[in-house]
């Protein structure tokens, strides 16, 4: 199904989801009709602290270029001229909430790719059955996951870290 263009773009999509979402990729792998991700998700509340509205709506330049995000600042742009502080307010509150936040990222990850994908040939619908799978990776588990990696294709050297503040207590199976 994806072919060496699919996952070019997937590649780009992925890199944008992450320069604005906060996370980080310590490895990943694309297959022909699936991928994996090793992911560190640092703890929002500790990273935004001091972030102000103005840093949190910076973040929306990654996708200036989308017409939705194109929305969203006209919107801003709009309040700032009339001096609605609450609107900006809530434009600020809604990018937080989007931020350092795994399912967030894996939903528009996987929406923006179908997306894409759907446009380039001419069709409707998912590209993914259900929801994404994730597996807490603990730093006595490095190993392991290592050599897992190396079987499914990964890089051989792959860094993987240990869960940062309270992830591993926030952290639930999906």
């Keep these: 199904m994806f072919g060496d263009a699919e996952k070019e773009t997937f590649r780009k999509i992925l890199f944008k989801q992450l320069k ?47 017409y939705s995000t194109k929305l969203v600042l006209g919107e ?7 001096g609605h502080a609450q609107g900006i307010t809530e434009i600020a509150g809604r990018v937080r909430a989007r931020l350092f936040d795994l399912s967030v990222f894996m939903k528009e990850l996987k929406l923006k790719m179908t997306m894409a994908y759907n446009y380039g040939h001419g069709r409707k619908g998912t590209l993914w059955e259900g929801r994404f799978k994730s597996v807490l990776v603990e730093e006595r588990f490095r190993q392991y996951v290592n050599s897992q990696a190396e079987i499914l294709g990964l890089p051989r050297n792959v860094a993987v870290r240990p869960a940062i503040g309270n992830e591993a207590n926030r952290h639930k199976r999906t």
Excluded at 76 to 82: A, D, G, P, S
């Design 76 to 82: 801003l742009e709009m309040f700032r001229n009339n």
């Design 20 to 66: 604005f979402s906060g996370l980080r990729a310590l490895a990943w792998c694309f297959r022909g009709n699936h991928f994996h991700l090793l992911l560190e998700i640092p703890d929002r509340e500790q990273v935004l602290e001091g972030w102000t509205e103005e840093d949190l709506i910076g973040r929306l330049s990654v996708f200036r270029d989308e």
